[in-house]
């Protein structure tokens, strides 16, 4: 989005150069990176030697296989994980749309937005009229009052990005956001990503099955372990 | 726009804590169907037969005669209170608790929703032991009211931090439901009773189960006048510990490894 098209791929070790580049200044600010990131289960190889960047203005793709690490690659991102050897750099200021369906069934779609809203609140309080745009823009204003147990898959997968999105986060990570969508909604989803794109977030999406290329600055495919651009 | 409000975190975790338990229609079934078919099926089915009971104030013993129903319905009190209380803690601590990870990372400080979490157990101990109270007062007289309901407080916070550990820990509800189930029943409705375990009374080792010093509260200040220092200070270190215990685990687990399906499952 932010590069010309023959800078969209490049191989995945110059990712260690990019970020070297970005921390001497050149480029924009890494918000998130890994350099030759190892992860082992026991005698299992599972990330061997990853390299990742993902800047400010970026929308950067993770896919692979079934099984192949990507969401491990994720969680030693996000510090849930601490690998094996490697560096790990990332922004607090992160937004992540998970897989798991975590949302509480009590809770109504407010009452979760409420929650939501209240922490953060010193460092990075959210705008409530940026808040209210996008339930709008998600369609999400009267499923407000509804209990979530009862949202529809691809209601729940809404709230769930809305979720990751509310305090405008300078790092967004989303972990398959779009499941469930219909097309309109991909299409919406894709505005509201140019929108924080364009306010400076950097975008982390993985999928197994990534669809309009076009759309991302890069993308690394995941393969035995390690990364390929 | 529509308005979501806002608040402060911790206070929003109590209320929503609050309305969680208010939200969940078989909890307040449980609520009333329990006391109701275990207090009267000792009301129907037990002797009226007059029976020694050994209260322990520290090293001395008193004994009192009472009925086997008056001594049936203070276990059986207990037992329903301790598996009440421990249910609830089971729903608070358990269930979606891969959501409060979830806003533990958004930013939700651990100590605040432990805290929070905690102020609406409290809550519902104290109305579980507030009616098991009232209605052992209403069937039989009771000497001292209000230690009564300190010895039944004392009981559902020890089962209810005993039932928040079980939830926390384990991975099914059911399971953990039978835990809860068993111990509270095994201990207070059984172990501790003379009316159904003729060596209640004797043992040693049932003095070291976590009912044997509120129960002992519960006796003493329902049918004789006397203070039962021992029963009151057992109780307060049986209390403590099991509450640390729920506090270290659930920071545990708030901060602590993945789950297999990942982090907020």
């Known amino acids: ?229 | 726009m529509p308005d979501v409000g806002s608040g402060r975190p911790g206070w929003l975790v109590l209320r929503l804590s609050v309305l969680e338990l208010w939200r969940n229609p078989l909890g307040l079934v449980l609520l009333a169907v329990i006391p109701a078919a275990f207090i009267g099926m000792i009301w129907w089915t037990a002797s009226t037969e007059p029976l020694l009971l050994k209260i322990f104030f520290g090293n001395e013993t008193q004994q009192i005669l009472l009925t086997q129903r008056q001594i049936g319905l203070v276990f059986v009190s207990a037992a329903v209170s301790g598996f009440l209380a421990a249910y609830y803690a089971l729903i608070l601590f358990h269930k979606d608790f891969g959501y409060f990870r979830f806003c533990a990372f958004m930013g939700l400080s651990a100590v605040l929703f432990t805290s929070a979490r905690f102020a609406a157990f409290l809550g519902i101990t104290a109305v579980l032991a507030a009616v098991t109270t009232c209605a052992l007062g209403y069937i039989t007289t009771l000497e001292r009211p209000f230690m009564v309901f300190a010895g039944f407080l004392f009981i559902t916070v020890i089962y209810g931090a005993y039932g928040g550990v079980v939830g926390v820990l384990s991975r099914s509800f059911m399971p953990a439901l039978l835990w809860i189930v068993l111990l509270a029943q095994l201990d207070a409705g059984w172990l501790q009773n003379p009316v159904y375990y003729s060596a209640a009374q004797e043992s040693d080792v049932i003095h070291w189960l976590p009912a044997f010093y509120p129960c002992q509260l519960v006796f003493s200040a329902a049918f004789t006048s006397r203070d039962n220092a021992a029963a009151m200070s057992g109780s307060l270190v049986w209390a403590v510990l099991t509450v640390a215990l729920l506090i270290a685990v659930v920071q545990w687990r708030m901060r602590g490894p993945l789950g297999a399906g990942g982090p907020f499952d």
């Open chain 1, 1 to 229: 989005m932010s590069h010309p098209p023959d800078a969209r791929i490049r191989p995945a070790s110059a990712a260690a150069q990019a970020l070297a580049n970005a921390e001497q200044g050149q480029t924009c600010s890494p918000l998130c990176s890994c350099v030759d990131l190892h992860l082992s289960y026991g005698r299992h190889c599972v990330l061997d030697g990853c390299d990742l960047l993902v800047s400010s203005r970026e929308v950067v793709g993770l896919t692979g296989e079934n099984g192949s690490g990507k969401s491990t690659l994720v969680k030693c991102l996000l510090g849930f994980l601490r690998p094996s050897a490697g560096h790990v750099h990332c922004d607090p200021r992160v937004g992540y749309c998970p897989q798991e369906n975590y949302l509480h069934r009590s809770y109504t779609v407010a009452e979760h937005l409420r929650l939501i809203s209240s922490l953060r609140d010193a460092d990075e309080p959210v705008d409530a009229g940026y808040l209210g745009h996008c339930i709008a823009t998600l369609k999400l204003d009267r499923y407000l009052a509804y209990p979530i147990r009862k949202l529809s898959g691809g209601t729940y997968q809404k709230v769930k990005l809305l979720t990751a999105i509310a305090h405008r986060p300078a790092l967004l990570v989303l972990d398959e956001p779009t499941d469930g969508f219909d097309w309109t909604m991909y299409l919406v989803f894709w505005d509201l990503m140019a929108e924080l794109v364009g306010r400076g977030t950097g975008v982390l999406m993985i999928s197994h099955l990534l669809h309009d290329r076009e759309r991302f600055d890069r993308i690394y495919d995941l393969r035995e372990g390690k990364l390929h651009a």
